[in-house]
Every structure is written in structure tokens, then in C-alpha cells.
């Protein structure tokens, strides 16, 4: 029998995107896409939802980012779009992400 996972306090399953990386990762072999949301004054976005869309403009994954306004996606390599969704606004950020830990920065605004 399986423990269920419990839900994070912003009501998501996905992991705490201020946790550090497991240590098991191999980073010559992994991809992760991480960084932080954060308004055009600068200041962190916490809550906003950040979904990673492949080169197509598909849909691929979700998550909220933390309460430092950081968000973490384990992906393959290749071109990404990171659309953040929050009560600042929105924004997009394009990624051609490789091997290993890759940064991307993801401003949101009143549009």
C-alpha cells in the first residue's frame, strides 16, 4: 500500500519548488529548467502558475511557484516556453534547454 501524497498549501500536488534537488540527480544526464517569477518592480511572485509549453506551444506541465517565487521543471532537452499566469499579469520566457540545471528568468505584467 502506497501513502498518498499530501497537496502543498497552495492546493497542488507537485513538489515544493523551493526544495533543493534531490541528491540523486545525475545532471549529466537530467534536464531542469528552474528559476523565479517576478513582477516588472522586480519584487518575487509567489502563487503565480507557471506552465512549461514545447516547441509546438503545447501544453506539457503546471506548477506554482513558491512563496520566493520559484519554480522548478524536470524536462528533455530542447526549446521550451515558460508562461507565467498571476495577479501581477502575465509573461512568457523562451528556454533551449540542455543538460543540467538551466536558468530562466520570468517577468509578469499588467498587459
Known sequence: MTTPVA???AGC???DQAAPLPV???LEKETVITGVVSAANGE???GA???LLDSSGEFTAEVVTSAAGQFRFFAAPGTWT???LSRHGNGDASVTAGQGINQVS???GLE
Open 7 to 9: 497537496p502543498s498549501a
Open 13 to 15: 500536488a507537485a513538489p
Open 24 to 26: 540523486s540527480l545525475d
Open 44 to 46: 518575487a511572485v509567489p
Open 49 to 51: 502558475y507557471v506552465r
Open 82 to 84: 515558460l508562461r507565467a
Open 106 to 108: 520570468v517577468t509578469v
